[in-house]
Nanobody, 130 residues
Framework: QLQLVESGGGLAQPGGSLRLSCVAS????????IGWFRQAPGKGREGKGR???????????KYADSVKGRFTISRDNAKNTVYLQMNSLKPEDTAVYYC????????????????????WGQGTQVTVSS
């Protein structure tokens, strides 16, 4: 039913750029908040400790401090797709990136909380290295 599919990961040089895409199906994108989360290698167990990177709900957007000014989230409702443009990449950005859909009770406070999201994609690997 409800599905999210990430793509666009790969290898980038420090200072380089990647654009991630999250294609949603089985639901109307406008009705949900969409978040990007990441799990760095060796950081917590699988399915736990995913860091909220950026999220969007309607016209409201949130960014983690660590990516503010470097990453940009956007949405194309006609394509049911959310993008994460990642610029000025750093080695510490290396992680598996996941998109997720949910309906946070209060987006301004919980929009980057993993527990606010119920449906998850399978992830796409981003590696930033020389």
């Amino acid at each position: 039913q409800l599905q999210l599919v990430e793509s666009g990961g790969g290898l980038a040089q420090p200072g380089g750029s990647l654009r991630l895409s999250c294609v949603a199906s089985g639901f109307i994108l406008d009705d949900y908040a969409i978040g990007w989360f990441r799990q760095a290698p060796g950081k917590g167990r699988e399915g736990k400790g995913r860091e909220g990177v950026s999220s969007i709900s309607g016209d409201s957007i949130k960014y983690a401090d660590s990516v503010k000014g470097r990453f940009t989230i956007s949405r194309d409702n006609a394509k049911n797709t959310v993008y994460l443009q990642m610029n000025s990449l750093k080695p510490e950005d290396t992680a598996v990136y996941y998109c997720a859909a949910g309906r946070p009770r209060l987006f301004s406070l919980w929009g980057l909380s993993q527990t606010s999201y119920d449906s998850w994609g399978q992830g796409t690997q981003v590696t930033v290295s020389s």
